[in-house]
């Protein structure tokens, strides 16, 4: 892909390699979140006229034939791909003048310094009791009580007569969007498809990352 047929957005996605630690200038010990990125390439221009509202249509991972349908084929066919595509995922853009259908999405979107929000789906834990998903202290160890790990007392009194909305019950942890706010790009090396950012990411490895210039 050429680098005129690239284009840059505030908003690009890569997947989760894991963490690990790097040491800066001055030799302090850093840690930062490996992300791998993929090529997403411009499948659709959503106008205002035929759409409704602007936009881009950017996908990524070419599927194999057989597990696309005719729809997703026929969307493909128009940049060059025979097969459909695994991720596909909007962007909202208001000025669509110098956008191309085909256009590869440039790592170079995010520089080292940008300031991100990270957008992912956390790790699922499954159906936790109330002392593990909310960190309830539990009753007493011993002394004869039968109290341990129960939630306890979620009742009221004859008026409202119900559990309030909201009350921590034991349920399903985890697998949830999660959004975390004002991440920084520690750095971005463009030969080998790699964003590293400072901190922790949400989500498990080989997680789909949203990542939001603010």
Not at 23 to 30: K, P, R
Not at 136 to 157: D, E, I, L, V, W
Request: hydrophobic share 35%; with cysteine; aromatic share 8%.
């Amino acid at each position: 892909m050429s680098e005129t047929n690239q284009i840059k957005l505030n908003s690009i996605y890569a997947f989760k390699e894991g963490m690990s630690t790097l040491f800066d200038e001055n030799g302090t010990a850093v840690p930062v979140t490996i992300l791998r990125y993929s090529p997403w390439y411009v499948s659709q221009v959503k106008t205002v006229e035929n759409d409704g509202y602007s936009a881009l249509q950017i996908s990524c991972d070419p599927k194999k034939v057989k597990n696309s349908n005719k729809a997703e084929i026929g969307v493909a066919k128009k940049i060059g791909f025979d097969a459909g595509f695994r991720y596909v995922k909007e962007v909202r853009l208001s000025d669509l003048s110098d956008v191309k259908l085909g256009a590869q999405v440039s790592i170079d979107s995010l520089s080292k310094g940008d300031l991100i929000k990270v957008t992912a789906k956390s790790k699922g834990h499954g159906f936790m009791g109330s002392v593990r998903r909310w960190s309830f202290a539990g009753g007493p160890a011993s002394h004869g009580s039968k109290f341990h790990r129960q939630p306890g007392s979620s009742g009221n009194r004859t008026w409202p007569g119900r559990v309030m909305p909201g009350k921590k019950f034991p349920g399903h942890w985890g697998d949830e969007t999660v959004t975390v706010k004002n991440l920084k790009v520690y750095d971005v090396i463009p030969e080998e498809s790699v964003v590293i950012v400072r901190g922790s990411v949400p989500g498990a490895r080989n997680s789909l990352i949203r990542m939001v210039k603010v």
